[in-house]
Structures are given as C-alpha cells and as structure tokens.
Antibody, heavy 122, light 107 residues
Framework: EGQLVESGGGLVQPGGSLRLSCAASGFTFSNYWMSWVRQAPGKGLEWVANINEVGSAAFYVDSVKGRFTSSRDNAENSLFLQMDNLRADDAAVYYC???????????????WGRGTLVTVSS | DIQMTQSPSSLSASVGDRVTITCRASQSCYTSLNWYQQKPGKSPEVLIHATSTLQGGVPSRFSGSGSGTDFILTISSLQPEDSATYYCQQSYTFPITFGQGTRLEIK
C-alpha cells in the first residue's frame, strides 16, 4: 500500500523560504500526478499545486504563483515544494497527495500524507 | 474560478438518520466532483469520486449524485463513526476548488 511522508515544515519569518519534501513508497511514484493541498489551522482545504508525472508541467493556485515551485525527483521517489517570500496566510498544514485518474476526464485526490505544519511568524 | 458552496455548514443528526449534504458549483463542473471525509487530527480521505463512484472500502451507506452545478452526498443510515467534516471538490478545471466543508456531529 502506498505511503506519503512529508517533512520540512517549521517556523519561518514572513518573507522567508522553506522547502517541503514528500517521500513516496509502496507505489510506482513516476506514474502519478502529485499535488500539494494545504489547510490553515481550523480552516478548510485549499489546493496549492499539481505536477505531472515527469515534472514537466505544474499548476498553481493564484495566491502562490511566482512564490511557490513544485518539483519532483522520480529517481528518489520524492516530491518537493519550494516556498519563497512566505506570508502569514501561508501558514497551514501542507499535505502531499497522490492523484488517481479514473474514468475519462475524471481524477481525484487518492493518497494523502499526514501533513507537515508550516508556521509563518516573526 | 469555480466556487463551491456546501450546505449546511454544520449539522447534528442521530444514529440511523438519513443525512444529505449539498454542494453547489458556481458553474458547471459536469460530473467532475469528489467528496472527502476528514476526521479530527486526520488527513482527508476520498469517499466518492466522479460524482457517484464509491471509493473501495467505503461503506455502501454513502452515496453521491448530481451533475452540472448541483451535487448531493447522502448517508443513508448515520453511524457514530461518520462524525467528521465533509468536503466536496471539483476536478474539472484549474484552479481546483473545495467547498468550505460541512461539519457533521452525532447527537
């Protein structure tokens, strides 16, 4: 069974940077689109980014465009999220999520990690 | 962007009750609509994808219906372990968007 384990969260000052990592195991990582979804404390879910199987295409929510970059290393079964110029409203638990495609034009968030907490504060 | 609005935002129901949660999209997402359950302190889990396809291992008391802009999650006979927050999510177009969540409490 697949597993995703995030790391790299922590406390960072506004304007600072952080790099999140996600280690995948138990499935063929290179076959899967991946995603980052975040959840601010006590709030709902917010999609952050999707990246395709080979890392050649990534899509972002407007609020992080130009500041966050998602990448992957399929040889190392790892997903990354480079977060620059962090703001207070970026504070959240960040989940690494595997995407499963089903019927034509349908996909869903299938495999979730436990998340890593990012706190942005001076 | 497609805005997803769930109703109610919270509800309380008794074991055995039939519960429905509605999700309305600001524009059509056809049948590209998924439902997730999140229990306190846990990661979300998919319940239903593509509007009505039950995820493997999910009890058959959960069902989904709808198309276009209006979708429904139904729990046919509420169980104590169904206490959770439920989210709808459209996967039709970027940016991917979630509903604000419906918190379900067992009386």
């Amino acid at each position: 069974e697949g597993q995703l384990v995030e790391s790299g969260g922590g406390l960072v000052q506004p304007g600072g940077s952080l790099r999140l990592s996600c280690a995948a195991s138990g499935f063929t990582f290179s076959n899967y689109w991946m995603s980052w979804v975040r959840q601010a404390p006590g709030k709902g879910l917010e999609w952050v980014a999707n990246i395709n199987e080979v890392g050649s295409a990534a899509f972002y929510v407007d609020s992080v465009k130009g500041r966050f970059t998602s990448s992957r290393d399929n040889a190392e079964n790892s997903l990354f999220l480079q977060m620059d110029n962090l703001r207070a409203d970026d504070a959240a638990v960040y989940y690494c999520v595997g995407i499963r495609f089903g019927k034509v034009n349908h996909w869903h968030f299938d495999l979730w990690g436990r998340g890593t907490l990012v706190t942005v504060s001076s | 962007d497609i805005q997803m609005t769930q109703s109610p935002s919270s509800l309380s129901a008794s074991v055995g009750d039939r519960v429905t949660i509605t999700c309305r999209a600001s524009q059509s997402c056809y049948t590209s609509l998924n439902w997730y359950q999140q229990k306190p302190g846990k990661s979300p889990e998919v319940l239903i994808h593509a509007t009505s396809t039950l995820q493997g291992g999910v009890p058959s008391r959960f069902s989904g219906s709808g198309s276009g802009t209006d979708f429904i999650l139904t729990i046919s006979s509420l169980q104590p372990e169904d206490s959770a927050t439920y989210y709808c999510q459209q996967s039709y177009t970027f940016p991917i968007t979630f509903g604000q969540g419906t918190r379900l409490e067992i009386k």
